[in-house]
């Protein structure tokens, strides 16, 4: 009796480990798949505005604005793309699960030139 309570404790323990293992690796998986598609997003969409904000600047120069009103026109596009992305990363940290940051963190030292 106890060599089966044995092997039966040792096969239900093998089997959670097991199961936590893969349920890891899958998730790990779906992570970094989901990472690998939002940057070309984020960089197509940025490349996007910049296009955008160079057709409104052609027309509002069409128009007959001077640079000085074309400018103060456009200083919202441009302030979006100079900080897009920090806003694209504050989106991405802040949508993923807590358990993820520590693989987003950086490491002291790691950035240091």
Known sequence: ???SLIWFITGASLSLMLRRLIYT???????VSIIASYV???LRTRKQLESALKTKEEWLEEVGLSK???ANQCAPERELIKNWDLIT???LVGSIPR???KYLELRKGSSKS
Do not use: A, G, V
Not at 25 to 31: T, V
């Open 1 to 3: 009796m106890l060599p």
């Open 25 to 31: 690796n899958e998730q790990r998986k779906i992570f």
């Open 40 to 42: 070309p997003i984020i």
């Open 68 to 70: 000085e009103e074309s």
């Open 89 to 91: 990363t504050s989106i």
């Open 99 to 101: 358990k993820y940051h």
